[in-house]
């Protein structure tokens, strides 16, 4: 996932949402506060991206 400073990833917890941004502050600072999102097979969220940016992925059936 291209992560971008200010980015939000927003999870269903069961009651309401988590929410994780991503956060860059120079020589200091850079990843998810407070922590990575973690997601499970079929999960679903909300990107609330800063720009646009391009996840590509590359699968191969043997």
């Given amino acids: 996932f ?3 400073a200010g980015d939000v ?3 269903w917890n069961g009651a309401g949402f988590d929410s994780n941004q991503y956060v860059v502050i120079p ?6 506060q407070p922590a990575d999102p973690t ?3 079929g999960d679903a969220v ?3 991206k ?3 940016g391009s996840w590509d992925r590359n699968f191969s059936i043997n």
């Fill in 9 to 11: 990833v927003f999870s």
């Fill in 50 to 52: 800063t720009e646009a």
């Fill in 2 to 4: 291209p992560a971008a």
């Fill in 39 to 41: 997601l499970g097979v």
């Fill in 27 to 32: 020589g200091v600072l850079e990843g998810w």
């Fill in 46 to 48: 909300f990107v609330d």
